[in-house]
């Protein structure tokens, strides 16, 4: 009897390191577990509006994925690091300081503003079409030859800090609905926008995979609502407010983000 209640009890001590060494914290320990939210503007929420008066220019936003997840699940902690502008190199310096082995589930979007994206987006508005082509291009070649190395280096420091954490890693919308009439940008330029999209997308999805995280992909919950979809969730130029552009709206963040890190929490 002895041995029977010691056999079940060192086989459901293995199934939880099991579990543990591959990253395989279900719903119930990111519930009861602590919540980090890490990343760039699209999980900070740039351009959902109600920012946080005290995140200053990292303009975390109460109605961004992260703070509504936060609210809706009530993890024992939650810890929102991601900041607007955030390349990889600013989430190994100064946003892992929330990660620690309780910590439930981790959320992440970043690459973006390592691959140019804020130098991407001004010469596609201002310049020609082939001039747009090729800095994609050029950015591709980036996110092929050096993104991996990078993300590879913040994904080794989510796990070493947070080994008994789900990590889900947001990916990126496309911005545009090609084939529709629309003010603004070329046919050319916007679907070579959504092809560096795509591009990303298909990296960082690929990195996430061979660390044992989950990528989220948000294309599909987004899709219909791109800029010129006549209901976008993402705002287009906005001269009044640059640092919205390109970004989603607060429709964009609980009817694109948020549902993807639920169904992948």
Not at 80 to 109: P, R
């Amino acid at each position: 009897m002895r041995r029977s209640r010691f056999a079940v009890f060192v086989s459901a001590t293995l199934l939880a390191a099991g579990a543990a060494l591959t990253g395989g914290a279900g719903p119930a320990q990111a519930a009861t577990g602590g919540y980090v939210a890490l990343g760039d503007s699209y999980s900070s929420g740039v351009g959902a509006g109600s920012y946080i008066s005290s995140s200053g220019d990292c303009k975390r936003s109460t109605k961004a994925y992260p703070y509504l997840w936060n609210a809706a699940h009530a993890p024992s902690s939650f810890t929102f690091a991601a900041c607007s502008g955030a390349t990889t190199g600013d989430v190994l310096a100064g946003q892992l300081g929330g990660l620690n082995s309780s910590t439930g589930l981790v959320s992440i979007s970043i690459g973006g503003n390592d691959a140019g994206f804020v130098d991407v987006m001004t010469t596609c508005v201002l310049g020609s079409d082939s001039t747009c082509v090729n800095r994609i291009n050029t950015a591709k070649a980036f996110v092929d030859s050096t993104l991996p190395g990078r993300l590879d280096g913040v994904y080794d420091a989510i796990s070493s800090r947070a080994p008994n954490a789900h990590v889900v890693v947001l990916g990126y919308p496309r911005f545009y609905k090609l084939g529709t009439t629309c003010v603004g940008l070329s046919e050319a330029k916007r679907s070579a926008i959504n092809g560096a999209a795509d591009h990303i997308n298909t990296a960082i999805a690929k990195r996430a995979a061979d660390h044992g995280f989950t990528f989220g992909d948000v294309r599909t919950t987004f899709a219909g609502h791109e800029i010129c979809s006549g209901n976008s969730w993402l705002h287009s130029l906005e001269l009044l407010s640059l640092s919205d552009s390109y970004h989603p709206t607060a429709a964009g963040q609980s009817g694109g983000y948020l549902p993807v890190l639920n169904a992948n929490d």
